[in-house]
């Protein structure tokens, strides 16, 4: 079965610091890996896909197959990077579902 | 496209009553899935169509909750009669198949439901 596991409920850190999300998975095929964020009291928005391998909000994400991770990467947090951030698995094997990691808040403190 | 449309945002209910949520999916979109989102559980699917077929209902809690889908554009989540750990935000969320978004999942707003 597939499953995302995000192991920390809340970072918190200075603004400035650098900043890791981390992302483990388990899933038998090549899976599509997602990152979306959710600022207080709004919708999910998708910050990134693995396919994509792009840079957003100075946000990135490496998929490491060996590893099974998927970690989200920032190397000065601010302040508005404060928010929920929930890493996402779909596959073929999957269906279509999207499968959600139960998200890790960021703070990030002045 | 105004993405994703929910309604109500926010609804304050009593125990036993009836509660529907409504959602308008992006046009053109083939996919929509139910989400509930909670503090204990997270984010939770609890059932999804394709072409307006319910393909996936194992997230449905029980048979209180019900969700249909009569065409491309419109769907309901039903809860009958509705209790108060059913308090959650819940999101409706819609996707595309082939197209630049790939299998990138939009969702609205989400309906906010206190049963008291």
């Known amino acids: 079965a597939q499953r995302v596991t995000q192991p920390e409920k809340l970072l918190s850190v200075f603004k400035g610091a650098p900043v890791e999300l981390k992302c483990n998975y388990s899933y038998s095929g090549s899976p599509e890996l997602f990152w979306y964020v959710q600022y207080s009291r709004q919708r999910l928005q998708l910050l990134l896909r693995h396919i994509s391998r792009e840079s957003i909000k100075g946000f990135t994400a490496d998929l490491n197959k060996g590893e099974t991770s998927f970690h989200l990467k920032k190397p000065f947090a601010q302040e508005e990077d404060s928010a929920m951030y929930y890493c996402?698995?779909?596959?073929?094997?999957?269906?279509?579902?999207?499968?959600f990691g139960t998200g890790t808040r960021l703070a990030v403190r002045p | 496209d105004a993405g994703v449309i929910q309604s109500p945002r926010h609804e304050v209910t009593e125990m036993g009553q009836e509660v529907t949520l409504r959602c308008k999916p992006i046009?053109?979109?083939?996919?929509l899935f139910w989400y509930r989102q909670t503090m204990m559980r997270g984010l939770e699917l609890l059932i999804y169509?394709?072409?307006?077929?319910?393909?996936?209902d194992s997230g449905m809690p029980e048979d209180r909750f019900s969700a249909k889908m009569p065409n491309a554009s419109f769907s309901t989540l039903k809860i009958q009669p509705s209790e108060p750990r059913d308090s959650a935000v819940y999101f409706c969320a819609s996707r595309g198949q082939g197209s630049y978004s790939g299998n990138t999942i939009y969702f609205g707003e989400g309906s906010w439901l206190t049963v008291v």
């Open positions: 169509f394709n072409n307006n077929v319910p393909i996936d």
């Open positions: 996402a698995l779909t596959g073929k094997s999957s269906g279509d579902k999207l499968t």
């Open positions: 046009s053109g979109h083939d996919y």
